[in-house]
């Protein structure tokens, strides 16, 4: 299964949201809250160039962040969204306007961060919903966001219930990055019924058939002796009198084949004229 790993790219496209403040081309990320400053922290992370077709099926997707500083208090609780939109453009101070997917996945009691990668849990559900999305392609951007989800410290209030990562402003190589595992989807598959009337039979037999999207079924008519073919009949329409016929399985389709009795030879009387 193909993998693909992308990281953010520019200054904007990281950056967290502070009691109604905007914080972009900054070099540290923080998610939670902070008692400090009795707020949350809700980060933002987009990601261009995301190269999945349309029609994959997701597996798995990992979020990871660099930590940027020792921060070990209890409890820190995140939500993990994304955008529900096809191509979007770096988040602004409309960052809670901006529509947010369906699925969503909890990382609560994110580890104290000491140093190095902390990775989220699978994030596919939310991956999958934006692929799936009418005018996804591949290529396309797409924007996680990383919530506090009730954060908290029962004992000392005045603690950060953060978490702090490096962004891409301090350097490219420290940026979060999204690591993608995905599968083509099965191909659509549809029946082909094929039936004869009285008089003869068809090659393939009468029954139904499962195709996968696109194939080509060549049919012959088999007419009995005494009958010939007469038509072929493509979900209930006339479509042919040639003896083999083409469906081409872009949905379910019924194929009649039609037989009449042959019409009766035509004799010959011989007449014979003596000269005497």
């Not at 529900?84 to 104290?112: G, L």
């Not at 595992?181 to 499962?210: F, H, K, R, V």
């Not at 019924?254 to 007449?271: C, D, I, N, Y």
Request: with cysteine; proline share 7%; aromatic share 12%.
């Amino acid at each position: 299964m193909p993998t693909i790993t992308v990281k953010v790219s520019a200054g904007v496209d990281d950056g967290f949201v502070q009691k109604g403040m905007l914080f972009n081309n900054v070099i540290m990320v923080d998610i939670g809250y902070n008692y400090k400053i009795a707020g949350k922290s809700d980060a933002f992370l987009r990601f261009t160039s995301v190269n999945i077709p349309k029609g994959m099926t997701i597996t798995s997707a990992k979020l990871r962040f660099l930590s940027a500083q020792t921060l070990a208090e209890p409890t820190v609780n995140w939500l993990i969204q994304a955008e529900a939109t096809a191509n979007p453009i770096p988040a602004d101070y409309d960052y809670y306007d901006r529509p947010r997917t369906v699925a969503s996945v909890p990382w609560h009691d994110v580890p104290p961060w000491i140093s190095g990668w902390y990775e989220s849990p699978n994030l596919a559900s939310v991956i999958q919903e934006i692929i799936n999305l009418p005018d996804w392609i591949a290529g396309n951007a797409m924007q996680l966001f990383v919530q506090d989800d009730g954060s908290h410290d029962s004992v000392a209030k005045d603690s950060e219930c953060i978490r702090r990562a490096w962004a891409y402003e301090q350097n490219p190589e420290y940026a979060a990055e999204l690591e993608i595992t995905y599968e083509e989807a099965p191909p659509p598959q549809y029946t082909l019924t094929i039936s004869a009337t009285a008089g003869g039979t068809t090659d393939l037999a009468p029954n139904s058939y499962l195709y996968n999207e696109g194939t080509v079924v060549t049919v012959t008519a088999l007419p009995d002796t005494g009958y010939t073919f007469n038509h072929w009949e493509l979900d209930g329409v006339t479509v042919s009198t040639e003896t083999s016929y083409n469906v081409t399985m872009d949905a379910d389709h019924t194929l009649h084949a039609v037989f009449s009795p042959a019409p009766p030879a035509k004799g010959f009387l011989e007449v014979h004229t003596y000269i005497k």
